[in-house]
């Protein structure tokens, strides 16, 4: 991607009518991008783009009352998108630079790959390949190999909302079938193997909550449920009824909010599959309510109304 | 913490397939709990001073009650244990007559349930937060919604008791159904003649205001203050100017207008004063068939107005009401022939409805009085009436009996006697219902001094014959095959809902049953109440009614009005939706789902921006709690912590 430049160039010009910009910088390593924030025009030189800039920096949006700036890419103007039909925040007070996506980077599989070796350097070369250097020799991967999951059925290369584009929008070139592919294949397994899959996955769950706190929709902050005594759902115990109750009532406050950025799954240190649920109830959402998150900043999200009757969903009847 | 429990034998209607002695023995057990007993009728007075005593003595701070329904006594117990100086809220109920004695007749399992129901009370009342009303002042205006006999009734008594009343009709005129009445069983006096000064009484009391020609838009608001919002229709006839002269009546050219009034038995002009009595007595143009709006011109109305009260360009006009309470009293509808295709009403002219006959037999309907039938204008001689047309039959989903039908067959029957001497009636029925005071003197009358012929027997099918209608039926007490060859046949179809009435239902907040009647609070005890605090019910609405039922209802609704505003202030009820400030993070998704209007934004000191539940207009539904992701907002009396509870009394135990 050579659109760093045109990025830059773009920051400089919406200085100051923003008071600030956020975009991505190098992190400890090459291997790993980190959220940057700008405040004076001339800090843009640290600016990076490359497909290891896979955070989803929406999540600072709501907590921030100030005129922003914000780099997405299509998947994370799905949030945008989301917080407008929620009214989490307010859209004159955000300047949007889209950049189309050819998919990013899981830097957790290229650990995998390089067998967790401290990085020496990233290049990426003209053929679609991340090139990672270690003290033990090179890897020559191909990013189409190492992408998050997410990835592999985008359908939204190109931001659905921005003030200013950079480059050429991208048509999606996945089948719109296979996004659910994975839920529907799940779905096929029998209560039993469901049952001891996740007992299996949450059993590793150390209650860390970076899963939550990464999550672009978990609105309530200091108030999570999770950690109240008024109401008491759930006690502290590490116990795997107690870590299930904690999954299930996070996936079940994102049941037709969660915009499948895949945050919650890219941030947990313990390699559990959680945003599994979360598009299993959006799976659902869509059944019911015909109802996709984040595409259309004036759809109604289902679980923001209060209807007497529902098409799709039998009441009992006197 | 010192509860007490108090399981109820409720003579043998618990005590007869649960054992009460090891219910109360087991809760005992529990942490908690210093005091269990169990007693004949927790209900009656020593059972209730035994209460009393026992706060005292053992020095208890929280009460279950194990035994009937919360609906039937939990005001019953929160009083006893108030008088004794606890909160009312310190009560909790746990139900094992109709949730677990009434239902099930294995003693050891009933026992089992009971037992887990009365530790789920115990755990949620040790959970329980003391809760205290406060008060709000009460709007002294009622609003009547319907302006049948019902309504007016209720309207009068109102405003006699000095309320302001607002009376809101959908037609151009009060008087409802009675209205379009010839004469009145038993009695035979005209129907008219003593609904006529009533609905003078209404028009000219200064309380009353009345909406003639007007509709419910919307209602918002709880007890003691509604806002009503009502829509007065376009009658393009300006109402201060007309003065019922009727002379655009007679000119108006188009004379095909369907009559509402009438049944449609005639037709009537597109500017129309619906009847003589009529009040107010105002013309009001029907645009569906008015010329002037049909084809663009006409005038002949506007030209003919001695006042120029005409005006083309009339729209609805909508007026919001501020009421304290609201008696309905929208009446009844009937069924729709087109179900009947074997007795062929609608297609035959002679095949007509009781409240079309009664038309007929009207002095002020299309035929003067005289019995004419419809397609010739000649007198019948033969005459079919056919009871239960739609009623008692669950194949035509109407399986209630309509309740007046019977009798006002026979009053017809003896009617047409009366009419056309030389005439003979017949009337197929099921059983005769005449249950009132003298009403079944009336229909022995029919029969006895009138010559009516009664067949006992349902008709299958009615046919044209030359000018005759053939109706064929059975007669079950001779079981034989008859057909009678008739003039003239009259349906008494069965009396549904009015239409439009679960509409109506889902704007008052109030329930409705499969048929679309309104859902009085109790069957028995409270027959005019509905769970909604400040709508009552009077009338058919509320299920099939004859005349003194329905005005029976009309004074009953007015008197809990008159009850209802004899406080200058109201309770609330604290048992509402609580928005907890520190927790809630102002995402306002119960602001979007609550069914009410009941949470609006706030803004706080620190400028943080949270939810504020408008404490009157609560209620209780949770449906925002359920809402609500972080649990910052909590029904009182039903907070997560008090249900978890419970849940955890069963699950845990």
């Not at chain 1, 759809?299 to 799709?312: G, L, Q």
């Not at chain 2, 209608?469 to 057909?483: P, Y």
Request: net charge positive; charged share 25%.
């Amino acid at each position: 991607m050579n659109n760093a430049e045109q990025i830059k160039e773009t920051i400089a010009r919406i200085f100051p009518d923003v008071e600030t910009v956020i975009c991505y910088q190098q992190g400890f390593d090459g291997l790993h991008a980190t959220p940057y924030f700008i405040s004076i025009p001339e800090q843009v030189n640290k600016l990076i783009w490359n497909p290891l800039c896979a955070q989803n920096l929406t999540s600072y949006l709501p907590s921030i009352k100030k005129k922003v700036g914000i780099v997405v890419k299509g998947c994370d103007s799905r949030t945008i998108i989301q917080y407008l039909q929620e009214g989490l925040i307010d859209r004159a007070k955000v300047v949007i630079i889209g950049v189309p996506c050819t998919g990013v980077i899981s830097v957790k599989k290229v650990l995998r790959e390089i067998g967790h070796q401290p990085v020496v350097d990233v290049v990426f070369d003209d053929n679609g390949n991340i090139v990672v250097k270690t003290q033990k020799g090179e890897k020559r991967l191909a990013i189409a190999d190492v992408c998050p999951d997410k990835c592999t059925t985008c359908q939204y290369p190109t931001p659905l909302v921005y003030d200013h584009l950079i480059g050429e929008p991208i048509a999606s070139n996945k089948p719109k079938e296979d996004v659910y592919k994975d839920i529907r294949e799940f779905d096929a397994k029998t209560l039993e193997e469901k049952r001891a899959y996740w007992e299996k996955e949450f059993e590793r769950c150390i209650r860390c909550y970076a899963c939550r706190n990464a999550c672009p929709m978990c609105i309530c902050q200091d108030s999570c449920i999770a950690e109240t005594r008024e109401p008491h759902w759930i006690s502290q115990r590490l116990s795997l009824q107690e870590k299930f109750m904690f999954h299930m009532i996070h996936a079940a406050h994102l049941a037709g909010r969660c915009v499948e950025c895949g945050e919650c799954e890219r941030v947990c240190p313990m390699d559990i599959p959680v945003a599994k649920l979360k598009k299993k109830i959006n799976a659902e959402m869509k059944e019911l309510f015909n109802y996709e998150t984040g595409v259309n900043p004036d759809d109604k999200p289902p679980m923001y109304t209060f209807n007497v009757d529902e098409a799709k969903i039998k009441e009992h009847k006197l | 913490m010192r509860v007490g429990v108090f399981i109820c034998h409720c003579g043998n209607n618990i005590a007869g397939t649960v054992d009460v002695a090891r219910v109360a023995a087991e809760m005992r057990k529990l942490p908690g709990v210093v005091y269990a007993t169990n007693y004949m009728y927790t209900c009656s007075e020593p059972g209730q001073e035994e209460i009393k005593q026992a706060i005292k003595k053992e020095n208890l701070d929280r009460i279950v009650v194990a035994a009937c329904s919360p609906r039937m006594h939990e005001n019953t117990f929160r009083k006893t244990i108030e008088k004794a100086g606890l909160n009312r809220y310190f009560l909790e109920m746990a139900n094992i007559r109709e949730h677990i004695s009434w239902i099930g007749e294995d003693k050891e399992l009933n026992t089992a349930k009971a037992i887990d129901a009365v530790k789920m009370a115990v755990a949620k009342v040790m959970k329980n937060k003391p809760l205290y009303s406060s008060s709000f002042k009460v709007n002294k205006r009622v609003m009547v919604i319907g302006g049948g006999v019902a309504g007016m009734q209720a309207a009068l008594d109102c405003a006699d008791g000095g309320l302001d009343v607002v009376l809101v009709e959908k037609s151009p005129s009060i008087g409802g159904m009675m209205a379009r009445l010839d004469k009145t069983f038993p009695t035979i006096d005209c129907s008219i003649c003593i609904l006529g000064p009533k609905m003078v009484d209404v028009a000219q009391h200064e309380k009353i205001k009345l909406h003639a020609y007007s509709e419910i838009d919307e209602i918002k608001g709880y007890v003691g203050n509604y806002q009503v919002k009502v829509r007065k229709k376009a009658t393009y006839v300006d109402w201060t100017k007309c003065t019922g002269c009727g002379a655009c009546m007679e000119k108006c050219p188009t004379r095909n207008a369907y009559d509402n009034f009438n049944f449609g038995v005639a037709p009537t002009r597109a500017i129309n004063i619906p009847f003589p009595q009529a009040i107010p007595k105002k013309a009001k143009i029907d645009p569906a068939f008015c010329r002037q709006f049909t084809k663009g011109k006409c005038g002949v109305c506007a030209k003919i107005c001695p006042t120029g009260a005409i005006n083309y360009e009339m729209q609805d006009e909508i007026v919001t009401e501020d009421v304290g309470a609201i008696i309905v009293a929208t009446g009844y509808g009937l069924f729709d022939l087109d179900k009947f295709p074997e007795y062929g009403a609608g297609r035959y002219p002679d095949v007509i409805t009781g409240i079309q006959y009664e038309r007929i037999l009207n002095a002020s309907g299309p035929t003067s009085g005289h019995i004419l039938r419809p397609s010739d204008q000649t007198e019948p001689k033969t005459i079919v009436f056919v009871s239960c047309a739609g009623s008692r039959d669950k194949s035509l989903g109407v399986p209630y009996c309509s309740n007046f039908c019977c009798m006002y067959i026979a009053k017809q029957a003896i009617l047409t006697k009366d009419h056309v001497p030389d005439s003979q009636s017949y009337v197929f029925y099921m059983d005769i219902r005449s249950p009132g005071k003298g009403y079944d003197e009336f229909t022995r009358r029919a029969q006895e001094d009138y010559g009516v012929k009664y067949i006992r027997g349902r008709v299958s099918r009615i046919y044209p014959k030359g000018k005759k209608m053939v109706v064929r039926g059975a007669d079950t007490l001779l079981g034989t095959q008859v057909e009678v060859e008739a003039d003239l046949v009259v349906l008494a179809t069965a009396v549904v809902s009015a239409p439009g009435a679960a509409g109506m239902a889902e704007k008052l907040h109030i329930s409705y049953d499969t048929f679309g009647f309104y859902v009085e609070s109790h069957p028995k005890l409270r027959p005019v109440e509905t769970n909604t605090s400040g709508v009552f019910l009077a009338g058919a609405c509320q299920g099939p009614k004859d005349i003194p039922a329905s005005v029976g209802q009309g004074s009953a609704a007015a008197s809990k009005v008159q009850a209802l505003f004899s406080k200058d202030m109201l309770e609330s009820d604290p048992a509402i939706a609580q928005v907890n400030t520190n927790a809630c993070v102002g995402c306002l998704k119960c602001v979007r789902t609550c069914p009410f209007q009941a949470i609006k934004e706030e803004e706080l000191r620190n400028g943080k921006k949270v939810a504020k539940v408008i404490e009157t207009v609560c209620a209780g539904c949770g449906v925002c709690t359920s809402t609500c992701p972080c649990g910052a907002i909590q029904l009182q009396h039903f907070t997560d912590n008090q249900l978890l509870a419970e849940v955890n009394a069963i699950c845990q135990g």
